[in-house]
């Protein structure tokens, strides 16, 4: 075989597990929320409903792709495909262990977020090009949302990264080993992390550009088809990326305390990881099953009347205390 | 314990706790509740012990129904006794109120059980619950233990 | 408020587009800063409904926007117009009954029993003391369910989608009571001139005793869920203030009106079946907002647990019903009779020719006042808040529109 046809196969390959990831977290979604209140979810199509989300893909694939007649064309057909890219290639950097991780990036932690800034430019293409004021006033919302909390999101992200000394997301999981989770040290941030991940991810409390009950559907009211269909996957597949990197960056990421690394090599690693990632998006999908959305301009002045400062101040705490107490943390260099 | 944020981690904690008691979904198709004695749902005919209808063709019901839906087509004989030709029951556009149940003077009709009552084709909504049968034999006993107030047409102002 | 014009489309209650220069400022508007007002922006004319999630039922909603901000408003109703009035003149007294449930089809016992009350006052029957409790405890019952689909829906308003779920596993018991009592899950057809059509049944008994029960545990959980929850409380507080001057002024009734300081309740102050009988307080709130409303309709929830409680256990002997005639036919005259149902007083005057037929109904819908009252109360507010006044105030469009 060609190089050139291996690669395109381990490329295909990679976006296939992807997509089969963003209809497991749909499952899990619909099992999760129906648990909750106290249903079922889906019941009916294989043990346990378990071919329903694959049902419904291919329900979507085959569904008559409606364009309404005014929209802007370009705009309407790229908008997905600028919201579904980044999802799919902020995966690159996130490591599932030691070795499996597609681009092991000194900056791999910058080049998540920046990937991850182009969604808001498919969410607006999407709301703007579909002639729509629901839409408009959604993709509005968004970009409101994820501008303000791009900043709160990277430096809630710093402290890791102080105490880890590296951007790359492999060596701030490997300085997890060594000493604790950073969660121990860093809780403030996590929560910080945790509140500005659900923002940027667009889950409830927060998910302002799609708020059903105020909005129909948001950005992607106009949408139908598998064209809804990656923006609805895309909207999964962040929220997984933002699990994953709070597991990375607080959780030990494919790591366990008190385990030999050495152990987990090979396929427990990667294992671990997921079941860790999994765990958090339980608790994001938790939140969304709980509470009440807040409303956008309570969600800007949290933003930057509280997170920003907040997370501000406990970048000082850490810098100052890694400074005085060298080796207060174990992986502080 | 009163700070920021201790309203929400108690929703969470009551959410969790919903979750452990469990679903209550009642898996229609597969498994079914059972309707109390009193639901009423498409009107039946009842039937004696011997399986005659004990309709009399007294058209107490087609007066009371308020949407006008039951319409019994008779042909009276020459003796009087009465000939049900159709007993015609619009079920759809029944809205199951019980008016008839409770003017059948004779303790012959009711609402039955059967709540399945959707239908591939409008014209399966148009019953006809007797069709071409003689009328009961009108027995004047008391009136049937209606469930409604059951005293006879009065004369009041 | 409707003015048939809307409905053919005609556009001419807009406020024309600002000018170039922005000179309109509204006045509740203080969160913007005031530079923004100097960018040449446009208003935009939202149609929310009568297709939107959230506009309970087939309210359509036109709002003119200015941002996130309502600057107009303006509630279109009449989808659901079925003419209830006009069609009651057709129907034998013990037959309106049924058109009464369609209307606010959430609380169908207190419709019939408005109607019944106003023909028993023409008719002067004397209803045994066992019918009018039977009449209140099915009241009351029927105001839990329907202040649970308020609670819920008003979850789901803010965002919250849990709150909707439980209420409705707790309502679904109530709705089985009802079922087995009444025969129908939401239409009744209970509650007759002269008492009610059938007595309680032991397994109802049992079922209420099994709802009584957890109910309380159910109803602390509810409370803390939605009321406790800090970010329900920040969309709440202080949204679509109604104080006392606008409630009176609208002709509020009902739990509206008692959030906005003014205890009246026709149960209490006007009492009508076995009320007078029933130990049980008014909730009254005094701030008028959102919140407000919420506090007072869960301290209902819980008031009307307690009289199902004292329905059960005092429970008179005796008739269901008073004896009257099959088809009724009341003298000439007229009356008026109201109910508090769980959106305030319901109303039917009823005016009789002597026929069997009334002459002319008249069905005072509490909601329609709401709703007017919500919609003077949405200019300033943001689009999030519109949808949480509306579920605020609890409009049930079958009624409004009836």
New interface residues.
């Given amino acids: 075989m060609s190089p050139l046809l291996i690669v395109v196969l381990r490329v295909l390959a990679a976006v296939g597990l992807l997509l089969l990831n963003g209809v497991v977290l749909i499952y899990m979604l619909r099992k999760v929320?129906?648990?909750?209140?106290?249903?079922?979810g889906p019941?009916e199509l294989g043990p346990a409903g378990m071919f329903q989300t694959m049902a419904d893909v291919v329900k979507l694939l085959t569904k008559e792709d409606a364009t309404p007649g005014s929209v802007d064309r370009v705009l309407y057909f790229l908008a997905p495909a600028i919201v579904f890219v980044p999802s799919l290639a902020a995966y690159a950097a996130i490591p599932f262990s030691n070795k499996i991780v597609a681009a092991d990036l000194d900056m791999g932690l910058l080049f998540t977020f920046a990937i991850l800034s182009l969604m808001p430019l498919g969410i607006f293409a999407a709301g703007w090009a579909s002639y729509n004021?629901?839409s408009?006033?959604g993709s509005?919302?968004s970009i409101a949302q994820q501008v303000s909390y791009e900043v709160p999101l990277l430096l809630a992200a710093l402290p890791p990264v102080m105490i880890a000394g590296s951007m790359n997301l492999g060596d701030i999981v490997r300085a997890q080993h060594g000493s604790v989770w950073f969660i121990i040290p860093c809780l403030p941030a996590f929560v910080f992390f945790l509140i500005a991940g659900l923002i940027e991810s667009n889950q409830?409390?927060f998910?302002l550009s799609e708020?059903?009950?105020?909005?129909?559907a948001g950005f992607a009211t106009e949408y139908s088809s598998m064209k809804f269909g990656l923006l609805f996957l895309s909207e999964f597949s962040n929220v997984f990326i933002f699990a994953a990197l709070m597991v990375t960056l607080f959780l030990g990421g494919w790591s366990l305390p008190f385990v030999d690394p050495g152990l987990l090599a090979g396929i427990g690693a990667p294992i671990i990881f997921l079941v860790k990632t999994y765990l958090v998006i339980f608790v994001f999908m938790?939140?969304?099953?709980?509470?009440?959305?807040?409303?956008?301009?309570?969600l800007l002045a949290i933003g930057w009347k509280f997170l920003l400062p907040a997370t501000l101040l406990w970048i000082v705490i850490t810098g100052v205390a890694i400074k005085t107490g060298q080796g207060l943390f174990g992986g502080g260099s | 314990m009163k700070f920021f944020g201790s309203g929400i981690l108690n929703g969470l904690r009551i959410t969790m706790r919903n979750m452990l008691r469990g679903p209550i979904t009642v898996r229609y198709p597969h498994e079914k509740l059972v309707l109390p004695e009193r639901a009423r749902w498409a009107l039946e005919l009842k039937t004696d012990e011997n399986g005659a209808h004990l309709c009399t063709a007294c058209m107490a019901c087609e007066r009371a129904c308020p949407d006008f839906i039951i319409r019994i087509e008779v042909t009276t004989g020459e003796d009087r006794s009465k000939h049900i030709d159709r007993w015609g029951y619009e079920l759809g556009a029944c809205m199951m109120c019980g008016l008839c149940v409770e003017a059948c003077p004779f303790d012959a009709i009711k609402m039955g059980h059967d709540y399945e009552l959707a239908r591939r084709n409008v014209a399966d909504l148009e019953y006809s619950l007797i069709t071409d049968e003689p009328a009961a034999k009108p027995k004047r006993k008391a009136p049937a233990p209606a469930p409604a107030a059951d005293t006879e047409e009065a004369s009041d102002g | 408020m409707t003015d048939p014009r809307h409905l053919a489309g005609h556009a001419g209650w807009l406020t024309p587009n600002p000018p170039h220069q922005v000179d309109f400022v509204p006045t509740s508007l203080t969160r913007a800063p005031t530079g923004v007002d100097t960018f040449d922006t446009e208003r935009m004319v939202l149609n929310m409904g009568p297709q939107h999630p959230s506009t309970h039922g087939v309210l359509r909603l036109l709002i003119e926007m200015d941002g996130e901000e309502v600057v107009a408003a303006e509630a279109v109703a009449g989808y659901l117009h079925r003419g209830i009035e006009k069609l009651a003149e057709h129907r034998r007294y013990n037959a309106v009954g049924t058109l009464m449930d369609r209307g606010d089809y959430m609380s169908g016992i207190h419709n019939e029993l408005a109607f019944a009350l106003a023909a028993e006052k023409l008719m002067e029957v004397e209803v045994p003391r066992r019918a009018q409790w039977l009449r209140v405890l099915m009241s009351e019952i029927n105001r839990i369910a329907s202040h649970l689909v308020w609670y819920g829906t008003f979850g789901l308003d803010t965002g919250a989608m849990g709150q909707f779920l439980y209420a409705v596993r707790d309502r679904e018991v109530l709705l089985d009571i009802l079922e087995d009592v009444t025969g129908q899950r939401m239409m009744f057809n209970y509650v007759r001139p002269g008492g009610v059509v059938a007595d309680i049944t032991t397994s109802a008994v049992d079922k209420i005793q099994a709802f009584l029960a957890t109910i309380d545990m159910y109803l602390d959980e509810h409370d803390a869920l939605l009321g406790g929850n800090e970010i329900f409380q920040a969309r709440t507080r202080g949204i679509g203030v109604l104080d006392k001057e606008t409630a009176t002024a609208f002709g509020l009734t009902g739990a509206n009106l008692r959030a906005s300081g003014l205890g009246f309740d026709v149960r209490r102050d006007r009492p009508y079946a076995a009320y007078d009988e029933m130990r049980f307080s008014v909730p009254v709130a005094e701030e008028g907002d959102c919140y407000a409303r919420y506090l007072v309709r869960m301290g209902e929830l819980r008031q009307a647990v307690a009289m199902v409680r004292q329905c059960i256990d005092g429970l008179p002997e005796g008739e269901h019903t008073a004896k009257v005639a099959k088809v009724l036919r009341p003298p000439a005259g007229e009356a008026y009779a109201a109910v508090e149902s769980p959106r305030g007083e319901l109303g039917v005057h009823l005016v009789s020719d002597g026929t069997e037929h009334p002459y002319r109904m008249r069905y005072r819908p509490p909601a329609l006042y709401a709703l007017q009252a919500a919609e003077a109360i949405l200019p300033g507010t943001m689009i999030a808040d519109v949808v949480v006044i509306l579920g605020s105030v609890d409009v049930v469009l079958g009624e409004i529109d009836r």
């Avoid at chain 1, 708020?211 to 129909?216: G, K, M, P, W």
């Avoid at chain 1, 938790?286 to 309570?298: F, K, M």
């Fill in positions: 929320l129906g648990r909750l209140h106290l249903r079922l019941t004021k629901w408009l006033l509005m919302r409830t409390p998910d708020a059903e009950s105020e909005l129909v938790w939140i969304r099953g709980t509470l009440p959305r807040v409303r956008i301009d309570q």
